[in-house]
């Protein structure tokens, strides 16, 4: 490859010397260069990144030859004419380094040449739209998609054909009447891609909120069904297990011992219970049975602060229900 | 998909009662606790105790927990059940002798 490379660097030392005639020659030989690259090119790999260099090199100097002169014969410049005419112009160089693939493979040459260079046009273009921000492109399928996504009622419409044939009271099917009337309102609904030029990402999560915040029986009934599909049995034993803590039957490891119990209060309201007997009598012997019950209660560790003031209200509400007993007495 | 029996009924109806009783005594538990305090006591006039004691035989009668009977899980048997597992010996023994019961051997000694 040595010998190509200075090959190729004393004919480019010719070539900006020599009129628009030599153009021709220059290609020619620059193809046959190319072309026995190419050509060791299938015996190794490692030569690619020589190759290109080699291209760049080479097709510098010929894109200046280019604009002196355009008049030159050969496969070469009428690929270049095709591109120009398709609009976007190609790099010249892949231009170049396809003419020679084309021209090395044993097929017609000019229809490889042409499948070649939409490829590349089509790689620019992608280049080019990547380059620009083209997550746009992506978002605008997602937004294709989330379009395509059928509002829940279809999917109960659908369901309940399925499932079975439901009668409305006149005896006809209601399902045909749902189906049209729904694709109606979500073809309304939604409307159009977005661009997210101005809006923020966020908006969309909203939008899909709104479609399901009213989930009917056949959305349950559908996303119980789905769930159902869905949930392979357990591969694992480490799998089984996860399964059960979800659902509960499994407790979650190191134990902790207050998982259902979330006492807020401090020691003080669980002991000190007088302040909720300020409806009873000072004195007299449902003071004492009550200053009984607190102190019991205050020593209760089982029980949360909200049960024991249940406790004493309860036996408030008593006490004044047969307040007229005790008045007898 | 399961390997196992899958029950989707209890045993029998016996098992469904003291089901039903076991809930309403997890129900009326708080106010018969209640009651019985004032039931048993030496300070409260024995006029109040004795409205108490009436009180509490008017509740249901299914609402006392000494009517629940601690039957076997499986079998529904209500004797011969040992209350670690809540079998009756007879279904504990099989279980045993499959190895389905962690950490039970035959005793040898």
Known sequence: ?????????????????????????????????????????????????????????????????KLEGPDSEGSVPQGITEDTQRGKPLNPELVKAASAVASSLPRNKKQTESELLAQLRRHEETTDKQKKGGTINIRNVISEMTVKRQSPAQWGARISG??????????????????????????????????????????????????????????????????AVTAQPPRNGFEEMIQWTKEGILWEYPIDNEVGMEDDAEFHEHIFL??????????GPIRHFMELVICGLSKNPYLSVKQKVEHIEWFQKYFEEKKELLQEI | PCPRQVRSYYVDWRMLRDVKRRKMAYEYADERLRINAIRKNSILPKELQEVADEEIAALPRDSCPVRIRNRCVLTSRPRGVKRRWRLSRIVFRHFADHAQMSGVQRAMW
Do not use: C
């Open chain 1, 162 to 227: 399925r499932i079975s044939l439901q009668l409305d009271e006149d005896g006809q099917r209601i399902r045909p009447e749902r189906s049209s009337a729904q694709s109606m309102d979500s073809r309304s609904l939604k409307v159009g891609k977005r661009l997210n030029i101005f809006t923020k990402a966020s908006t969309e999560p909203e939008h899909a909120l709104k479609t399901v915040s009213s989930p009917t029986i056949w959305d349950l009934e559908f996303a119980k069904e789905v769930a």
């Open chain 1, 274 to 283: 007088e302040k909720h007997l300020e409806g009873f009598p000072k004195e």
């Open chain 1, 1 to 65: 490859l040595s010998k190509d490379k200075d090959k190729s660097a004393a004919s480019k030392d010719s070539t900006p010397e020599g009129p628009a005639k030599r153009q021709e020659d220059r290609a020619e030989t620059r193809k046959q260069q190319l072309l026995d690259i190419i050509g060791n090119m299938k015996v190794e790999v490692s030569y690619r990144k020589k190759l290109q260099q080699l291209k760049a090199s080479e097709n510098k100097k010929q894109a200046m030859d």
